[in-house]
């Protein structure tokens, strides 16, 4: 018998394929238009049901909300024909009763990272930094710059950089305890894309670069992105406190906005002040010794 949240989930099935059809017109989805009049805009189920190669009548029990077999093969043509974006399609394989695919970028959120700068730019004494998927730096704030010694002449990769670079590494207090939450979060990383070359490639780099992460790699630990607390000796202003958060934008999935929150009573937030201010950049050398 179907529940009340199985008749909710049908209901918004039919409306939300009914509407995206009407939305498309026989000439945009290459169909010829043949002079006939229609009585309703956009496509007719038996049309969307030729061009995804559907039976009629089965398109007819899905866009009725039936208690049918659905496939994520015949999703993904119906969606096609249909030109869903790639967040629609979530939704249409969430209201069938699968299992969502991966979010895709669209190609007009592309320009993002322009907002995303301005985000970064605006965090401010404190650092900031965004990565990609595959956890390559894709930018940074000064202040990041400044605490971490990102720069350009490293290893642009977060994971690679935190293991081979001696500046950030000297810097950790507690190295040994943050590498290996950083090798766990990176296999969970991993496990949501377990056919992905990238990831592997990145694996392999730092397996040879670095033997301590080669160790780290075999214990198989797995935790997910989230909050870090990391302790950070300056060789200018001595010990930072600071909360890493990783953040993530839904319309860039392929992106992770890091940000380093100053832990409260700890000073942090004043000695970054001071670190990138005009004065406290005078007393800088770059790079600084770690």
């Known amino acids: 018998m179907a529940t009340p949240i199985d008749e909710h989930r049908r209901s918004e099935l039919r409306a939300f394929l009914m509407n995206r059809r009407a939305r498309i017109s026989p000439a945009e989805a290459g169909l010829p238009d043949g002079g ?18 559907v039976g009629v009548s089965w398109y ?23 030109k869903l974006t790639s967040a629609e399609r979530r939704h249409l394989y969430v209201l069938a009763g699968l299992n969502p695919p991966a979010l895709e970028v669209e190609p007009g959120d592309r320009d993002m990272c322009h907002g995303l700068k301005r985000l970064i730019d605006a965090w401010m004494p404190f650092p900031a930094h965004i990565m990609d998927v595959y956890w390559n730096t894709v930018m940074y704030n000064d202040s990041a710059a400044l605490v971490f010694g990102m720069r350009p002449e490293i290893v642009q990769n977060c994971l690679i950089a935190f293991f081979t670079d001696p500046i950030h590494r000297s810097r950790a207090a507690q190295w040994e305890e943050i590498a290996r939450e950083v090798v ?8 949501e894309h377990p056919q992905d070359e990238g990831f592997r490639a990145v694996v392999e780099e730092a397996r040879e670069l670095s033997p301590r992460f080669a160790e780290l790699w075999k214990e198989r630990d797995v935790r997910p992105g989230g909050l870090l607390h990391k302790r950070i000796e300056h060789p200018v202003v001595g010990t930072l406190e600071v909360e890493s958060t990783q953040l993530r934008v839904p319309a860039r999935p392929d992106l992770a906005i890091v940000l380093h929150t100053p832990l409260p009573g700890t000073e942090t937030a004043e000695k970054l002040e001071w670190l990138t201010s ?5 007393g800088l050398m770059y790079p600084v010794a770690g």
Do not use: N
């Open 184 to 191: 766990a979060q990176f296999r969970a990383a991993c496990s």
């Open 60 to 82: 007819q029990w899905l866009e009725q909300g039936r208690d049918i077999t659905v496939s994520a093969q015949v999703l993904d043509s119906v969606s096609r024909v249909l």
């Open 278 to 282: 005009p004065e406290g950049r005078r």
């Open 36 to 53: 006939v009049r229609r009585r309703t805009p956009g496509l007719r189920r038996e049309e969307v049901a030729v061009l995804a190669g």
